[in-house]
């Protein structure tokens, strides 16, 4: 029989995504930005701090990890994603994230 | 102005101004997810996303907090009367249309499936 298994029907299980998918994804999110110097960019990053972006373009930073992911950010949450390893850990452990 | 130059004056005017900058990226955030809802599309949805950041760039040098504050108002303002009416909202998330749709069973509950006929695999 064809049917590998009987959730094919179903909603996939939601239990997130691996770190190092999270880090390969958010580290092509934040060099997607016009404003950041990709040979700047580490693993490490803050955004402020190391790559000089602004609060709104961190904003829009955010942004592209809600599209990418289809998350759902509330505001005091987003205040929080300032860095690179801010964002893996969130989306990491986010049991939605896609 | 007087009052803003002792140390305690400086530490409110900080913490007004770090409101501020908190509502500023707040309200550039609802902005950008609201002309998405109006521009459907990827291509001119990044204009009109360029023009927005144009115009909150403009302001971006002033030093007054009253008119920072004038000016944050005046967006808000602005803001409510173009807001769409049915923002997209990802599903799962409380604005989403399938929030709290099929809850997790409470633990009392046991699904107990007898019949066998559950099981597809075994076909």
Redesign the interface.
């Given at each position: 029989?064809g049917?590998l298994?009987?959730r094919w029907m179903s909603a996939p299980a939601q239990d997130g995504i691996s770190e190092k998918e999270a880090l390969d994804r958010v580290m092509m999110i934040v060099k997607a930005h016009p404003k950041v110097n990709p040979a700047k960019l580490t693993q490490s990053s803050h955004f402020m701090n190391d790559l000089g972006l602004d609060?709104?373009d961190?904003?829009?930073i955010?942004?592209g990890f809600?599209e990418e992911f289809?998350?759902?950010i509330p505001?005091e949450v987003?205040?929080k994603l300032v860095s690179v390893p801010a964002a893996v850990d969130f989306v990491a452990k986010h049991p939605?994230a896609k | 102005m007087s009052a803003s130059l002792t140390i305690a004056g400086l530490a409110s005017l900080a913490a007004r101004r770090d409101a501020q900058?908190?509502r500023?990226?707040?309200l550039?955030?609802k902005a950008?997810?609201h002309t998405l809802d109006w521009v459907i599309f990827r291509e001119p949805f990044y204009k009109e996303?360029s023009k927005l950041?144009a115009r909150?760039?403009v302001n971006k040098d002033v030093v007054d907090v009253d008119a920072i504050e004038r000016l944050i108002v005046k967006g808000e303002a602005e803001f409510k009367k173009f807001q769409h009416p049915e923002p997209y909202?990802?599903p799962?998330?409380?604005?989403?249309v399938t929030y709290a749709r099929n809850p997790p069973l409470p633990a009392e509950v046991v699904v107990v499936k007898d019949w066998g006929r559950?099981?597809?695999?075994t076909?």
């Open positions: 029989w049917l298994g009987r609060s709104l961190v904003v829009e955010v942004m809600e289809v998350l759902y505001d987003a205040d939605k | 900058r908190r500023v990226c707040r550039y955030r950008l997810h996303a950041r909150f760039d909202a990802v799962w998330s409380p604005e989403g559950e099981d597809w695999s076909h």
